[in-house]
């Protein structure tokens, strides 16, 4: 009886909202609808009934949630009871305000979550209604981004060609020399592209050019020289260089 009397709230409230929403969706609604924080109707000058419908939907659920988990702790609670008899009675009202107290305590730590997500990539999130989603890099920091990569893996190719000639007698190795690992030469971010090599140098020549990048999206191309000085160069200089020698 006392069950019965309990649940009797929760099943009123289900009933209401479920007349108010109207017909039910399938699927998983969403909490706080973007939208719905920027603009309440269709010309922005308030709710409609079409426009209200989605909404009630999802706050009939989730007060459905929060009525159902308020009677299920009230009977865990019961339940306890029966091993722990110092415990005292629950009723559903308060189960109700500790089901509510505990999803406060909840928002306040996953708000904290958020702030240090935020402090720790600056930038990174952009504000969407009462919501963030990740902000998408733009073009150009994506161009920067792949830039900096291949400015790296030309380091890494540095490093190796200068060992190989540091044990060869100052001479740099073929292009096809399996003391180098293939990986060397790929170009991050551009697939089947490598770097172009200039065979037959060697240490004493210094300056002159020994590794650079494909034509890309720009008329700067970063180069390596034969003194190890990684630099950039346009295309008609990096042409003007090899007309005298090997082309690419």
Not at 99 to 116: E, K, R
Request: net charge positive; charged share 15%; proline share 8%.
């Amino acid at each position: 009886m006392k069950y019965s009397r309990a649940l009797l709230p929760a099943a009123l409230l289900g009933l209401l909202f479920a007349a108010l929403a109207g017909e039910s969706l399938a699927g998983m609604p969403a909490v706080l609808p973007s939208g719905w924080t920027k603009e309440s109707g269709p010309d922005g000058n308030g709710p409609t009934s079409s426009t209200l419908a989605p909404y009630l939907q999802a706050i009939s659920f989730f007060v459905m949630g929060l009525l159902l988990s308020a009677w299920a702790v009230k009977g865990l609670w019961g339940v306890l009871r029966k091993d722990l008899a110092w415990l005292p009675p629950l009723g559903y009202g308060r189960a109700l305000s500790l089901v509510i107290l505990w999803g406060l305590l909840f928002v306040v730590v996953l708000t904290m979550i958020s702030g240090a997500r935020e402090l720790m990539t600056p930038g990174a999130w952009k504000k969407q209604g009462w919501t963030y989603k990740l902000e998408q890099p733009t073009p150009d920091s994506a161009r920067q981004a792949n830039l900096e990569e291949r400015r790296q893996a030309l380091q890494k190719l540095r490093l190796a060609l200068l060992q190989y000639a540091a044990t060869h007698e100052g001479k740099f190795p073929p292009l096809q020399d399996p003391a180098l690992e293939p990986d060397l030469w790929n170009m991050p971010g551009w697939p089947g592209l490598k770097f172009f090599y200039v065979a037959g140098q060697s240490g004493a020549s210094t300056g002159r050019l020994l590794v650079y990048e494909p034509e890309l999206d720009s008329e700067e191309r970063q180069v390596l020289l034969t003194s190890g000085m990684v630099g950039t160069m346009r295309t008609a200089e990096i042409r003007a260089t090899l007309a005298g020698g090997v082309r690419p």
